[in-house]
Nanobody, 121 residues
Framework: QVQLVESGGDLVQAGGSLRLSCAAS????????MGWYRQAPGKQRELVAD???????NYAESVKGRFTISRDNAKNTVYLQMNSLKPEDTAVYYC???????????????WGQGTQVTVSS
């Protein structure tokens, strides 16, 4: 019953900005850590940033100072503000969240379908 839906991916020029959103819906008891991963062509999936329910943030070294992760617990939504985008940021970005469903007293990892971010030179 739980799903994550991402939005906000687009084609932008280097130096531009994008804001990604991911909303969780369904029968949710609580959401623990939420994060963003990305997978570039020919590369393995990597963590971009994550954030705990209390607001503690973690970033990949390659995006520190450029990306900001945030969340709205009342809306079960996580955001990724991406500034000063570079061509190497091009990837499919996936939302991830550890969610405790109301009918199961244990957290499970859920993934969104992904949203394409393309940064041109």
């Amino acid at each position: 019953q739980v799903q994550l839906v991402e939005s906000g991916g687009d084609l932008v020029q280097a130096g531009g900005s994008l804001r990604l959103s991911c909303a969780a819906s369904g029968s949710i008891f609580s959401i623990n850590v939420m994060g963003w991963y990305r997978q570039a062509p020919g590369k393995q999936r990597e963590l971009v940033a994550d954030i705990t329910r209390g607001g503690s943030q973690n970033y990949a070294e390659s995006v520190k100072g450029r990306f900001t992760i945030s969340r709205d617990n009342a809306k079960n939504t996580v955001y990724l503000q991406m500034n000063s985008l570079k061509p190497e940021d091009t990837a499919v970005y996936y939302c991830n969240a550890a969610i405790v469903p109301r009918v199961v007293a244990a957290a499970r990892a859920y993934w969104g379908q992904g949203t394409q971010v393309t940064v041109s030179s």
